[in-house]
């Protein structure tokens, strides 16, 4: 099982302190037969305690962390009136358009993303967002990105196209707004995407032979977002043409504007919608994210500490950080001998502790005239184990 929790609070996962669910809004969307035998009393919420939780914003959330969900586990959780109560111990982040990609396979649905709950799903977060997740060093050390929200605006025709660059767009963390992704059932079409246009931080139009000649709503899409357009200062990019084929747009004011081609080459337009935008492409891959990701995986792998998944990546958070990653290298190399037959002799949990303790000390350095001393105490002096570590580490020590 794993808990999601969405809220419409901008300011609602913000805090080292107490958060806080209304309690009417406990288990929706929820799922699978362990969920619903989960009541909201010491015993059910006690349960809850020892499993993943996502912590999400809803969709259009005016938070700074709109597009950050947090990875972590609950714990004190309390009923309090009509409220729950709870503190979460955030051990990562995903950014949004992770969480996006795996949908899906996490329960959940487009509609559950635009209302505050707590959802208890069942099954497990898959291992290949897990491998995305991103350390709390890494997320801290990200430069905070402003929101980018672009409204994609379109004749019918063109859905594919439009829902094409929608896709592309939530893989680079922006939060594009397509009318057949966003609206809801039962919706004032007409004034939620007056609303949308209003609230988006760019517009995207999309010109074509379909658009181009086309009376209706994409025209007066297109007026209202070149009315905002007269808010804006001469210098601020806020509507975008973007050709789809060799039409030139009918209003004044767009060709006026630089237009993007999309065609014939895609990739290359797209780079440069991103540059208009103001935002990178493919987010580079840290040498923090990297430094997680290998010691994680010696603590999963066999020969290293062989643990599950989850405590795998819980060890890997707390061992960097309590050490810098330059020294994992050197951990290794004493987490071998302190395990290996010919060494301590100690299993794998040991073995991992002595190796901290070890670096812990200012003789980490001197690890390999420890490893002569130790021979030396052992073979030539006949020393039992317990004997020749003492030994070696008091000739090293002076």
């Known amino acids: 099982m794993f808990n999601i929790l969405i809220s419409a609070n901008p300011t609602a996962w913000e805090t080292d302190d107490v958060m806080r669910m209304e309690l009417d809004r406990f288990k929706e969307y929820s799922d699978g037969p362990e969920a619903k035998s989960i009541s909201p009393d010491h015993f059910g919420l006690v349960s809850l305690e020892g499993i993943p939780t996502l912590l999400m914003y809803e969709r259009g959330t005016e938070s700074v962390n709109a597009d950050i969900v947090r990875y972590g586990y609950l714990h004190d959780i309390n009923p309090a009136g009509k409220m729950l109560e709870f503190q979460f111990d955030e051990r990562g982040r995903f950014q949004r358009a992770v969480v996006d990609e795996f949908s899906d396979r996490l329960g959940l649905g ?63 963390g922006a939060t594009p707004w397509l009318d057949s992704e966003n609206l809801l059932g039962g919706q004032d079409w007409d004034l939620t995407i007056r609303d949308a246009i209003r609230s988006s931080t760019h517009v995207l139009a999309l010109i074509s032979k379909n658009s ?20 804006f200062p001469p210098n601020q990019i806020f509507v975008i043409p973007i050709r789809l084929d060799e039409s030139m747009p009918v209003h004044e004011r767009l060709r006026r504007l630089h237009q993007i081609d999309l065609f014939p080459d895609y990739p290359l337009g797209f780079e440069r919608i991103l540059t208009s935008l103001g935002i990178a492409s493919v987010p580079p891959k840290t040498a923090s994210l990297e430094a997680y990701e290998r010691v994680a995986s010696f603590a999963r792998k066999a020969g290293g500490l062989e643990l599950k998944e989850d405590q795998a990546r819980r060890w890997g958070d707390r ?8 020294l994992f290298s050197t951990f290794e190399r004493i987490f071998r001998f302190a395990k290996a037959p010919t060494g301590l002799a100690l299993h794998a949990r040991a073995a991992a502790l002595w190796a901290e303790e070890w670096l812990a000390t200012s003789l980490h350095a001197k ?7 130790f021979e030396i105490a052992r073979n030539s002096r006949g020393m039992s184990i317990n004997e020749a570590k003492h030994w070696a580490m008091a000739r090293v020590a002076q």
């Open 319 to 326: 061992w960097l950080r309590r050490y810098d990653f330059e």
């Open 110 to 172: 487009r509609f559950e993303q635009n209302r505050t709950h707590w959802a208890v799903k069942s099954g497990d977060i898959p291992d290949g967002m897990r491998a995305k997740l991103l350390p709390l060093q890494t997320a801290s050390m990200l430069p905070t990105s402003p929101r980018i929200a672009p409204f994609i605006s379109y004749a019918h025709e063109d859905g594919d196209a439009a829902r094409r660059l929608f896709a592309n767009l939530k893989k680079v």
């Open 367 to 373: 690890f390999g005239e420890f490893l002569k001393a």
């Open 212 to 231: 181009v000649n086309k009376k209706g709503f994409v025209q007066k899409e297109l007026r209202h977002a070149l009315e905002i357009l007269d808010e």
